[in-house]
């Protein structure tokens, strides 16, 4: 069975594990290339866009893809929006990975608001310290409050983008446990936690860290993000295909396009 996954998330590298070396599966993993540096994953893989719905249709149909499973961050509404018109063009069953959400917790002292922009306007006035955790993509919204000295954590860098005058990287891959996060937050004297609620273990350490410090978050909520059939972990998505391997199997037969 031929698999599409579209990657780049702790999700989907469990998964490419359980599938790497079974002989029942024949997985390609799709990165975006935001990252400089990719953790190569242990199946094959390709690094680059589609060109929106039709062209990944396009490529579901050429390579004969007889399953494909949305594993990308609960923010990539616009692949994940993508994915769901192109596996009904293309008639290729789509099964979508979704982590859930983290949840509020006694002691947590929460500011939830929509977007970065509105992570920004947030932060309020006064100068404080902020700790950025929210990716280089989401960087330049934070340009448009200068008054405040930035902490951003990320993989790489941003580079030909507006960002605030006051603003230190710490360049770092997860995951982060509670503990590491809850010293890295004492040294940084951080003042406010800016985070999406990309949910999962990976990154949780700084919302347990923050919830023991006492220091507020300011959560950017997630997007509505279009899904196929909702899976919620890669065990899930392993057994799903193999309930498409067993009805294939039990047909006998292939269609024209192989699924």
């Known amino acids: 069975?031929?698999?599409?996954?579209?990657?780049?998330?702790?999700?989907?590298s469990a998964l490419a594990k359980l599938l790497a070396g079974d002989v029942r599966f024949e997985p390609t993993l799709s990165l975006a290339g935001r990252t400089v540096s990719p953790v190569t994953p242990p199946i094959p893989f390709r690094i680059g866009g589609f060109g929106g719905a039709e062209g990944l249709a396009t490529y579901l149909r050429d390579e004969r893809v007889?399953?494909?499973?949305?594993?990308?961050?609960?923010?990539?509404?616009?692949?994940?929006?993508?994915?769901?018109?192109?596996?009904?063009a293309a008639r290729v069953p789509l099964a979508s990975l979704v982590r859930p959400a983290w949840a509020l917790s006694e002691g947590d002292r929460w500011i939830?608001?929509?977007?970065?922009?509105?992570?920004?306007?947030?932060?309020?006035?006064?100068?404080?310290t902020?700790?950025?955790?929210?990716?280089?993509?989401?960087?330049?919204?934070?340009?448009?409050a200068p008054q405040h000295r930035y902490v951003a954590?990320?993989?790489?860098?941003?580079?030909?983008?507006?960002?605030?005058?006051?603003?230190?990287?710490?360049?770092a891959r997860g995951p982060y446990d509670a503990e590491a996060e809850l010293r890295l937050m004492?040294?940084?004297?951080?003042?406010?936690?800016?985070?999406?609620?990309?949910?999962?273990?990976?990154?949780?350490?700084?919302?347990?860290?923050?919830?023991?410090?006492?220091?507020?978050?300011?959560?950017?909520?997630?997007?509505?993000?279009?899904?196929g059939h909702v899976l919620g972990?890669?065990?899930?998505?392993?057994?799903w295909l193999e309930t498409l391997l067993a009805a294939r199997d039990h047909s006998g037969a292939r269609s024209d396009r192989g699924v």
């Open 112 to 128: 939830s608001v929509p977007s970065p922009e509105a992570a920004a306007a947030a932060l309020g006035d006064t100068p404080r």
């Open 153 to 171: 954590r990320v993989i790489d860098r941003p580079e030909g983008v507006p960002l605030p005058p006051d603003l230190a990287f710490i360049e």
């Open 186 to 227: 004492r040294r940084g004297g951080f003042d406010v936690i800016v985070s999406k609620n990309s949910g999962g273990a990976a990154t949780c350490g700084k919302i347990e860290a923050a919830r023991a410090l006492g220091l507020p978050v300011v959560m950017i909520e997630r997007p509505d993000k279009p899904a």
């Open 1 to 12: 069975m031929r698999l599409l996954i579209l990657g780049g998330t702790a999700d989907a």
């Open 233 to 239: 972990s890669a065990t899930e998505a392993v057994a």
């Open 66 to 88: 007889d399953a494909m499973i949305d594993a990308t961050h609960p923010f990539a509404a616009r692949i994940s929006a993508n994915a769901v018109k192109a596996a009904e």
């Open 130 to 144: 902020v700790f950025l955790t929210v990716g280089r993509l989401e960087l330049p919204a934070f340009a448009a």
